[in-house]
């Protein structure tokens, strides 16, 4: 009887460890974001006089010179925040929708064949670093430099990799027959693809343009180089806390903080699809 309960201790055991090894740093970071500049760099887990201090340094840069003595001008995060969203949101549009139609051309046509869509995959094989000399280059020429066109052509070009090959598994699980059966019943193909196929492979797009939202969220190298002034994210604005004015640990915590509400709510209000996005295809009737 001893023996049998000591495994289901032990992974008990386990489980408590993996979740306090996954939530401690989130929870540090929501207490350092309430934590007063003179309990930065204590170890307590609670702040011992919380403030609003770090969020109101986020709207108000100017009171940055009340806690060091740096003085510097940075963007309120209203700003940063918004292009996040809006560069995000449209290039995770332009990945899914160019990727869902490829996917299937790809898993219905075999078109454009097996090696170019394996040849997609170089964008990601190589380190990003390698193609910022030459994208530099050619967003300067073509004035798109400091541009949120730019990081919206950029990302939907370096995420249509993922959208394709993640909804050619969906696609793929769908049976063929259903297709076949719509068109014997008189749909054109426009209407299959749209009537049968879209709603079938919905959680599909729902996973692949979570997948890429939060992948150009978080973007942060191609946007510290290729942004100044008018185009600066959301990951930019948190590194010129570093930069410029030395290391405000908790306002750091508070932008990102911040950073982290917008993703958590998408990701409750599409859970149903998750759910479903993750398991399609494992079990069929």
């Known amino acids: 009887m001893k023996l049998s309960i000591l495994p289901k201790i032990i992974i008990a055991c386990l489980i408590v460890v993996f979740i306090l090894w996954t939530l401690t740093p989130v929870l540090w970071m ?6 007063p500049y003179g309990e930065w760099r204590t170890p307590h887990l609670l ?3 919380p403030t609003l201090d770090n969020y109101r ?3 108000t840069p100017q009171a940055l010179q009340i806690f060091i003595a740096y003085t510097a001008i940075i963007e309120p995060v209203t700003g940063p925040l918004t292009r996040s969203l809006i560069v995000s949101i449209i290039a995770t549009l332009i990945a899914i929708i160019i990727g869902f139609f490829t996917a299937y051309g790809a898993s219905r046509y075999n078109t454009p064949g097996p090696f170019t869509l394996f040849f997609t995959l170089l964008t990601r094989m190589l380190p990003p670093a390698t193609f910022l000399t030459p994208i530099m280059v050619y967003f300067t020429t073509l004035g798109l430099f400091d541009n949120i066109a730019g990081l919206i052509l950029l990302y939907s070009a370096t995420t249509i990799t993922y959208a394709i090959w993640i909804m050619k598994g969906f696609i793929d699980a769908i049976p063929v027959e259903w297709e076949e059966a719509a068109l014997m019943e008189g749909a054109k193909p426009i209407e299959v693809l749209f009537k049968v196929v879209l709603p079938i492979a919905r959680p599909g797009l729902v996973v692949s343009g979570l997948f890429i939202f939060l992948m150009a969220w978080t973007e942060l190298l191609f946007a510290l180089v290729l942004t100044n002034v008018h185009a600066v994210t959301l990951p930019v ?32 209000m599409i859970q149903k699809h998750l759910v479903t996005g993750f398991t399609f295809g494992l079990v069929r009737a």
């Open 47 to 49: 702040p011992q006089k």
């Open 237 to 268: 604005q948190i590194s010129k806390y570093v930069t410029a004015v030395g290391a405000l640990w908790g306002t750091q915590a508070a932008i990102a903080l911040l950073g982290s509400i917008i993703p958590v709510i998408i990701g409750y």
């Open 57 to 59: 340094m986020l709207f």
């Open 30 to 35: 929501i207490s350092l974001s309430f934590k």
